[in-house]
């Protein structure tokens, strides 16, 4: 079990500020000392079109240089263009598989090996069945392209945000659906707190296909002993189902009154004692 941090906080979604260039973000994470980084593929940090294969090296150079591995890599599903794969537009859908496919290359270009999914959103007017038969068409050529980089693709239940995959269940029961041995699973503490439940659950429901975890509180605040979540009973539970990925900080990035390093601080001292 690893340590990680996600760049939204450093810019780039939901809000634009504050905004640091990507070297810099990965010189102040590893300095904080975690052991790995989860890159927003959004500019001005990791936009793949805007990535050439010399950046693509720079990139990956300095994360090694500072010893910080990529834990995974995620687009920023909002925005302009539109990154749904539920959308009752096709040529969005079509967009986005695409988007994914470019996201994992960069993904894999950079020594990552995990790209998580975001599975759309129902829009009004079609059918929920329909929305998810386009989303799970859509995962199964994004699992099929990950697959040929040696990436896995990790569905998130996203429940504050979308309307499609809300739950644990849901999420298991698309995994199954696809069928493919490089879907697996992951939760974000701050949607299972807003459906009222708790997160050990989902550790134990999704099992050895677990394969990542983001830790965030109500507001997006950092993890502590006066959040909602009971982190020590997390962290307790991963241990005991020998989870060996990334527990990775999604905190502060929904607001522009944050200090980024402070809040990246203050989660890493909190959580790494526990899993001592």
């Given at each position: 079990m690893k340590l990680a941090f996600n760049t939204w906080v450093y810019s780039s979604f939901?809000?634009?500020?504050?905004?640091?260039?990507?070297?810099?973000?990965?010189?102040?994470?590893?300095?904080i000392g975690y052991d790995g980084i989860e890159i927003g593929a959004a500019s001005p940090h990791?936009?793949?079109?805007?990535?050439?294969?010399?950046?693509?090296?720079?990139?990956?150079?300095?994360?090694?240089?500072?010893?910080?591995?990529?834990?995974?890599?995620?687009?920023?599903?909002?925005?302009?263009?539109?990154?749904?794969?539920?959308?009752?537009?096709?040529?969005?859908?079509?967009?986005?598989?695409?988007?994914?496919?470019?996201?994992?290359?960069?993904?894999?270009?950079?020594?990552?090996?995990?790209?998580?999914y975001v599975a759309g959103w129902q829009v009004f007017g079609t059918s929920r069945a329909q929305a998810w038969a386009w989303s799970r068409e859509a995962l199964i050529q994004i699992a099929d392209a990950a697959a040929t980089r040696g990436v896995t693709i990790a569905i998130e239940p996203t429940s504050a945000d979308s309307n499609l995959i809300d739950s644990c269940d849901d999420a298991m029961q698309l995994m199954t659906q696809v069928g493919k041995p490089n879907v697996k699973l992951m939760f974000d503490t701050y949607h299972v707190i807003y459906r009222n439940e708790v997160s050990t659950d989902y550790i134990k429901r999704m099992g050895k296909d677990l394969h990542h975890v983001h830790l965030a509180d109500v507001n997006r605040a950092a993890p502590s002993d006066n959040g909602k979540a009971d982190y020590r009973a997390i962290i307790k539970e991963l241990r005991k189902q020998d989870f060996q990925g990334y527990v990775t900080m999604e905190i502060g990035f929904d607001r522009r009154a944050v200090e980024p390093d402070r809040i990246a601080r203050e989660a890493l001292e909190y959580i790494r004692p526990l899993m001592v």
């Open positions: 939901p809000v634009w500020v504050p905004s640091y260039p990507l070297g810099d973000v990965i010189e102040r994470i590893a300095a990791a936009y793949p079109d805007y990535l050439n294969a010399e950046r693509r090296r720079e990139i990956r150079h300095t994360l090694e240089a500072n010893g910080l591995a990529l834990a995974s890599m995620l687009p920023a599903p909002g925005g302009g263009p539109g990154f749904n794969a539920a959308s009752p537009l096709p040529e969005e859908r079509a967009n986005t598989i695409d988007q994914y496919r470019k996201v994992v290359d960069l993904c894999a270009d950079l020594g990552g090996s995990t790209v998580l």
